[in-house]
């Protein structure tokens, strides 16, 4: 790229963002002698890790110039700067050394940040300009302070008789709609536009509006509606005058299709897809009304019945946007309301959300000129870099761009201009509904926009570094001729010569796409789920690859949360943002409901669930809770001497401390609990001590509280195509790939007309097709949304499809109509259609595969499981235990390695339910790390011993239904566990279980509670047997 002050960088997936970056920083930092002119840099960027990432890449590349041997085997990079920067390499290893020393020594000035920091420290530094609290509080989580002004706005039902009204009004709607008369959730719902910059402007326009003006909208509206309806019932009556006035036979028409049509209206049809979903408009234009064989048929009439049509065609549509905005008014009604709540809840607490940032900027301090804001925030910036900028909102770049441009359009004490530097990629925008825009990239790269006076100069990132050259010729290929399903020819263009990405030197590589049947939509989740299965058991049990090298993307948490549980039940190791809820803990699900039991202590769900958890084993859970459950505060105090009263007198803090004491919950290590307890210190921090408190922060928090995932665990990655944008796998599995492009209809700002809707300029609007017809503002509206749902649609797919950088494995549906057109308004329609286009695609194949992956080489590098961090108590009240308590596993694979050979037996058995599964268990425990290599044959032996066993074996044959180790829970809610459940052809079970060690009547008791169980379920019991695995195999039948 030639040499300019302003440079704007398109970088497609993979294609060296952050070398060039860190090459241009470098370039500026290193250019002269000085070694502060890192000072004068903003690098700006969106996330903490980027920012991280940023900041060691930066450190590390100039640790690596500094160095002595730099100059006898430099880096490409570092030969690169020189270059640029014409000095010889070894100037710039002394340059490097002094500036790497200065960084270090001044870290504050290495400033390479966030956007909501930088915007944090602005309006920290004007704080007393704009009369806000110098120590105001930053509020991250929108939707707990939300919830709390939906409540407190619902509380007011009662005493505000408007707003109870109206509240009651929106409650009777919902029911008369066959809804749940909760009407929190949508507040919550309409209340999140407070919060999202798409709305702000839209939003100005009702902030002088009240309550009685939207119920004075809603009569207008009612009147309108009826006033429609009424002219049309009135035309419809017309034509059937006509019809009997020229006597003619309603059967003269073909199919009967004007009369109905008509007929409809009168009736009090006014939807428009029921009645515009036929030809019959372009038959009146045609003139061809009445049947072929009617002779004289009345043709004069024609022009006047298509008038009428027409007439009625226009009010079923004006009534249509008359009722879109009517059914979106109750919602906005309150939305000013929510807005006074959460800013008394603000001002309550010195706190300001982030969201708020931006606005507060473009308001009050974007138009300070930027020499006075540079000398308020003790900076001078001369160079900027925006990082990611697709996702860069409109107002946030407009704050941005004086001060740039102040930067930009006027020199230095040394007559020296500023620069800046852009990296983005319009087909990565994936985050329009926060107000990052690919139309912005776009419009600054096509040089539409030009918000300074210097042009800038634009270069592509031409080549992919990150890939395999299979995934990348798939990705040009497969984007490249499915952009013609981009209507926008802008858009379209963005994968026609935004998307030819140069391979580099890692030859070959994967791509499979597969499909599941186009059968029942119930049975698609199994049938995803059984195929990412099989792929991962492939992965790892034949080409030997780790967990950790693959990751799952799905373009949802509810396809997260299947998957989670059915891979878990398969003892797949996973990570997902599920597994690492803090809830998902059983201790931190213990410790709350001790909780819950002292604020509430004749809960008898919740004393069963303690003593649940207290239960050291199976057989005698039921037994233990009978015992204890109407006592369990005196067993509790007995047996582990906690006290519940004293709970009571504590705060939440010392006495979850306590209880973590007490019941030996941090013996191991446990990230949850330490994580748990960081959030009651900050929950009493801020709102009290109090059991209630912490309590109804867990409600509205405990699906989102969770752990950050850690690193360099084996364990499948499970996570959303949007958590993924910047990262890499080196497998990427990408299943439920069937996503419709269009998704759920939006909401659009519609503009209005003021003297039809009692002064609004602006009402919110349903996006559905009928908007077309409402207008031609309307139309061009819809058009453009319709256009931005497809290229946002395509920027997901492109996200989540350059990912990998070995392998990639799609999966997706076979819906494909009977004429083998496929359904291009999903993901699956374009799949199908590339392999159409390839001239591979056969109806009766549901894999095609694209090259090919090796086997994994051999890698010395351990993959830990282990991080040993104490649990630290506090000495408030305690001072006599010990500080630590003994290190622990931090992640745990919930199983020991080291297991006893009678219990690894048990393990090895749950996975075989016929013969032939003997070998594909024994490699599961191999790669899961349970069994050593040298000890395969030897367990495999164990194993057929007891398959083979003469009086066992027909227990092992196929052609029965097992169940292994499945959960029974019986009518008195009491679980179970059988280790093997054998159903044969009649409906009979055999109940199958394994112990080592001597016979015990105990276990026979234990049997004959799961035969009872399975009888209750209507199987018929045909045998009992316990198989003791010990040097011998001995089977005990129970009769």
Known sequence: METSPYKIYSA??????????????????????????????????FTNKAVNEMKERILDNLYAFSKTDITVTPSDLFLDVAKELSVSTEELQKRAKQVHKSILHNYAFFDISTIDKFTHRLIRTFAKDLKIPQNFEVVLDTELLLAEAVERLIAKAGTDKLLTNTLLEFTFEKIDDDKSWDISFDLNKVGKMLFNENNIEHLKSFKTKSITDFLALKKTITTALKNLEDA????????????????????????????????????????????????????????????????????????????????????VYQRALYKNVYNNIVPLTVLNEIQKEINAICKERDQLTLASFNAIISK???????????????????HYFVDEFQDTSELQWENLVPLIGNALESLDDYGKMGSLLLVGDAKQAIYRWRGGKAEQFIQLTNKEKLPYVLEPVTAELPKNYRSYSEVINFNNNFFSLSSDLLNNPTYAELYVSGNKQEVNTKEGGLVTLSFIPNEKEEND???????????????????KYNYKDICILVRSNSHSYVLADFLTAQNIPIISSESLLLKSSTKVTFLINLLKYSTQPKDKDTAYEILYFLADEKEGTHNFIQTHLNSLEEFLHSDYGFAIEKLKQSSVYDAFEKAIHQFKLAEASDAYLISLMDEVLDVEQKDGVSAQTFLSYWEKKKDKLSLKAPDNINAVQIMTVHKSKGLEFPIVIFPFANSFIYGKDEK?????????????????????????????????????????MELDAFNVLYVALTRAVKALYVISKKEISTKGEPNINKYSGLFIKYLQQMGVWTDTELTYSFGNLDDAKASTKVISALNHIPYQYSTKDRPSFKILTQSGMLWESGRNVAMEKGNLIHLLLSYIKTKKDVDKAIAILIRDGHLAQQDKEVTKQKVLTIIEHPDLEIYYKEGNIVKNEKDIITAEGLLLRPDRVVININNEATIIDYKTGVPNNTYHQQVNTYATALEAMNYKIATKVIVYINDNITPEFII
């Open 364 to 382: 009050e301090i974007k138009n300070q000129p930027a020499p006075f804001i540079y000398e308020r925030l003790g900076e001078k910036y001369r």
């Open 232 to 315: 049309s019932i009135e035309k419809a009556k017309a034509v059937q005058t006509i019809i009997d006035t020229e006597g003619i036979d309603i059967a003269d028409f073909p199919r009967q299709t004007l009369p109905n049509h008509f007929k409809k209206v009168i009736e009090g049809e006014f939807n428009p897809t029921k009645l515009y979903n036929n030809k019959l408009e372009e038959n009146l234009r045609d003139g061809k009304i009445f049947k072929a064989s009617v002779k004289n048929a009345p043709e004069h009439i024609v022009p006047l019945l298509l008038e009428i049509y027409l007439s009625v065609k226009q009010s």
């Open 12 to 45: 497609s997936a993979g294609s060296g963002k952050t070398y060039t970056l860190a090459k241009e920083y470098l370039k500026i930092i290193l250019s002269s002698e000085t070694s502060k002119s890192y000072r004068q840099i903003l690098a700006i960027t």
């Open 748 to 788: 659009i700002w519609l503009p209005v007309d003021p003297v039809h809707f009692n002064g609004f300029t602006e009402m919110l609007v349903t996006k559905k097709q009928e908007m077309e017809e409402y207008g031609e503002l309307a139309a061009q509206l819809f058009t453009e949304e319709h256009s931005k």
């Open 525 to 543: 989740n199994d049938l995803y789920c059984t195929t990412v299965l099989e792929t991962i058991e492939e992965l790892t049990l034949e080409k």
